[in-house]
Structures are given as structure tokens and as C-alpha cells.
């Protein structure tokens, strides 16, 4: 049973920018397919990012050029890299994980993280 756990986020004001962290345990993430979601106050959790085994990544188009999805395989972590946030980026935040490729192809992911709050104030 993998564990996500998620670390960064918190408040920024518009502008400015944040990282999170997703450290993968027990899985190997070289094996992993990697997303990252966000839920809006009061809204659906959609997709973000994705990176697959290989790094290669996918955006939402609102988020291109600002947020930024990678991993360090020797550190077994996910990142999301968040600049020129906006205060429609707040929203919690949530890194998820699968084992197979076209369960995540069509959006099941076997494993997620705990969330973490982004707050933007502008």
C-alpha cells in the first residue's frame, strides 16, 4: 500500500509563488503515473498536471507557464512548482498515484495524498 504524503502550500498573495511536495513510499515513483488535482471552495476536484514514468508532463491550459509538475526519482518525490499564482489557484491541492497506465489514462488513481491548502489573496 503506497502513502503520499504532501507538504508545502499555505498563503500568498497574487503573484507570488509556492511548491509542493508529494513523497511517495513504498512504490518506486519511476513506476508511477503522477497528477496532480485541485478542489475549489465549494467546487469539483479537477485535474492539474500530470507526469508519466518517463517525466513527460501534461497542463490545464490556466496553468500553463505558471505551475510546473517534475519528480526526483532518488528522492522519490513529486513536485508542483507554483508561480504567478492567481486567487482562482486557491483550492486544495492533491497528488495521486497509479500503477497502471490506462486506469490513469482514464482518471482512477490508486493512491492519494492528504491535500494540502493553497490560499491566494489578491
Known amino acids: 500500500q503506497a502513502q503520499l504524503v504532501q507538504f508545502g502550500g499555505g498563503s500568498v498573495q497574487a503573484g507570488g509563488s509556492l511548491r509542493l511536495s508529494c513523497v511517495v513510499s513504498?512504490?518506486?515513483?519511476?513506476?508511477?503515473?503522477m497528477t496532480w488535482f485541485r478542489q475549489p471552495p465549494g467546487k469539483e476536484r479537477d485535474e492539474v498536471a500530470t507526469?508519466?514514468?518517463?517525466?513527460?508532463?501534461t497542463y490545464i491550459d490556466s496553468v500553463k507557464g505558471r505551475l510546473t509538475a517534475s519528480k526526483d526519482n532518488a528522492k522519490n518525490t513529486l513536485y508542483l512548482q507554483m508561480t504567478s499564482l492567481k486567487p482562482e489557484d486557491t483550492a486544495m491541492y492533491y497528488c495521486?498515484?497509479?500503477?497502471?497506465?490506462?486506469?490513469?489514462?482514464?482518471?482512477?488513481?490508486?493512491?492519494w495524498g492528504q491535500g494540502t491548502q493553497v490560499t491566494v489573496s489578491p
Open positions: 495521486a498515484a497509479s500503477l497502471d497506465y490506462l486506469n490513469w489514462f482514464r482518471g482512477a488513481n490508486d493512491y
Open positions: 513504498v512504490y518506486t515513483i519511476s513506476t508511477l503515473y
Open positions: 507526469i508519466d514514468k518517463s517525466g513527460k508532463t
